[in-house]
């Protein structure tokens, strides 16, 4: 079992930024990929950015060049960094584990995560 909690949301205006954090506990060594998505009201849940053991890394297009996922393993956390941040950013971030190892094709689909966490809620103004 590996347990997740998110911090950092809030509430900021167009343009800003925030630093969403994970913290994971538990069975967390056989964690391969890790991951950040959200979910807006009435909308499905989108792979945002995801981060494998190697550091190797994966974007959602659009927010590549504004967002950074990042990993500290010592201390089992995961970092998203979120600049320029638009309304549509808005929505639940939610972080996730994949403890099956897929392919990395799939490190933007919901089904290749294991575990979740809560969420923490971005608000953007604009």
């Known amino acids: 079992q590996v347990q997740l909690v998110e911090s950092g949301g809030g509430s900021v205006q167009s343009g800003g930024s925030l630093r969403l954090s994970c913290a994971a506990s538990?069975?967390?060594?056989?964690?391969?990929?890790m991951a950040w998505f959200r979910q807006a009201p009435g909308k499905e849940r989108e792979g945002v950015a995801a981060?494998?053991?190697?550091?190797?890394?994966s974007y959602a297009d659009s927010v590549k060049g504004r967002f950074t996922i990042s990993q500290d393993n010592h201390k089992n956390m995961v970092f998203l960094e979120m600049r320029s941040l638009k309304p549509e950013d808005a929505a639940m971030y939610y972080c996730?584990?994949?403890?099956?190892?897929?392919?990395?094709?799939?490190?933007?689909?919901?089904?290749?995560?294991?575990?979740w966490g809560q969420g923490t809620q971005v608000t953007v103004s604009s």
């Open positions: 996730a584990a994949d403890q099956r190892n897929t392919p990395r094709w799939l490190a933007l689909r919901e089904y290749a995560y294991d575990y």
């Open positions: 981060i494998d053991n190697d550091g190797s890394t």
């Open positions: 538990g069975y967390t060594y056989s964690s391969s990929r």
